[in-house]
């Protein structure tokens, strides 16, 4: 007789706490390069979870964070794309420590743990994406082209169902970071303080004098006191466009009311593409910051 040997493996169900341990090991991995840019990952990793999300069409339903399709070709050499390898680079580390998360929910967490540890507002966050597979992955030009004007800005981000108000509260996430020559041909940071989450990206767009810069590179804009800022031309649109103006005006003057709305939408953001059936949660978490734990 045959004697049947059944291996039984039950599945790990991940807690909400299980995602707090992901997220204080993405906390910790935020700075332990001193030497890459301005000293902090927390920047290049909000431009990956942006990125896997902001494929997005509402018109078919492609594209989004859920199957991290960035991870193929040619999607990962969108020119878009370039130099988010050494983000998903990073993120490589956790997902071999934590090998039963996602990568769309490893990569949406890590923007969640950049902005959270940066000093920025509370963004709530649920797990559920699933990995997809390279016939998933969307086509170019989906991303917006910082050289173009307001009616580019609305057609790409209409598509992935934002509005105007969402347009300029995202397009705060330029508080933090920087262009670099060799990934986009732009070049430097937005603000004085790239590595924490404030409302200085308005603030400047509306105090600073903005003039063309005089180089061999793409059409960007210098503050005329100190040479040392950028602006994108999509930037300072914020400025020109009479409803973009509006919003961006009333974040300048208030960072509450910036830091609210930028919650709701980069939260929102994190979940295109992501059918609500795959949600472990209805209600989203909120995972505490490094701060808030004393460890
Ligand atoms: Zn960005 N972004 N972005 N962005 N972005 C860059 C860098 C960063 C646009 C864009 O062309 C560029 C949003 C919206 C838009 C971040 C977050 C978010 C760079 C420089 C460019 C060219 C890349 C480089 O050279 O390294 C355009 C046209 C946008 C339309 C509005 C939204 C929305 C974001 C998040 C919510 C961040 C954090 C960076 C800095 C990355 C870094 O490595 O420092």
Redesign the pocket.
Known sequence: SVTQVVKSKTKFTPTKEDYQKVYNRIADLLDENGEY?DGSYG??L??LA?HSS?TYDKNDNTGGSNYATMRFDPEALHAAN??LNIARTIMEKVKKEFDWISYGDLWTLAGVVAIQEMQGPKIPWRAGRIDGFAKDATPDGRL???TQGSDH?RNIFYRMGFNDQE?VA??G??A?????TD??G?EGPWTFS?TTFTNDYFKLLFDEKWVWKKWNGPKQLEDKKTKSLMM?P?DYVLTQDKSFKKFAKAYADNQEVFFQDFSKA?SK?LELGVPQSQFVSTEPWELKTTDEQQR
Do not use: E
């Open positions: 840019d920047p290049v909000v431009r942006w902001g370039n130099g917006p082209d910082a800005l347009i995202l397009s996430a330029h933090l970071g920087r262009c670099h990934r986009s732009f790239p994108l999509t980069f953001l």
